[in-house]
């Protein structure tokens, strides 16, 4: 029965290997995909995104496991039935759970990895993420700022630029609607060809 394991094992883990890092390299394209303008053309160093990429990946691990367990399983008993190694099991005996039984304990192991990493290594990773967001913030105000859009992370104020420099402070094209509550609500409208954001002490 050790070379049953084994053997459903060695098939296993090939495949699951291959899949595993197949399925992150897919959702990290996708993550890339929608955060590209994000992070690309933002006069950001390159490790700044490669760190950022890299705790990325904290959130892909929970998505990317039971796609290549569900592909690897898939791959590894259909080869098994194409080989006619099923029928010899079943001939010798061995029913299909006994068959299963190896994966099954490597299903609850992989489960208790996906259930650490979502519960421990996901909010570290994330906390580290936004920890690096902020710096970048910190150094590089304009950072957050799109061509085109309008921006509402300040409170009482709109802001859209028409461009910006690679610097991130100058900021050129300036329409700032500024809103005073009050018994009256008032808006104020600036319009500015050029000028620089600097955070505040």
Known sequence: M???NLLILKSFIGPFIATFFVSMFLFLMLFLWKYIDDLIG???EWHVVA???F???ADLIPNALPLAVLISSLMTYGNLAESYEMVAMKAAGISI????MPIFFVMCFLSMVAFYVSNIVMPLANLEAKSLLYDVRQKKPAFDLKVGRFYDG?????IK???KAEDNETIKDVLIYERRAGLVSQLNVIKAESGKMKLSD
Do not use: T, V
């Open 2 to 4: 050790k070379k049953i």
């Open 42 to 44: 933002k006069g950001l």
């Open 51 to 53: 760190r950022l990429l």
């Open 55 to 57: 705790f990325s990946l």
């Open 97 to 100: 759970y006994r068959a299963l």
């Open 154 to 158: 300040i409170d009482n104020y709109s």
């Open 161 to 163: 630029i028409g461009s």
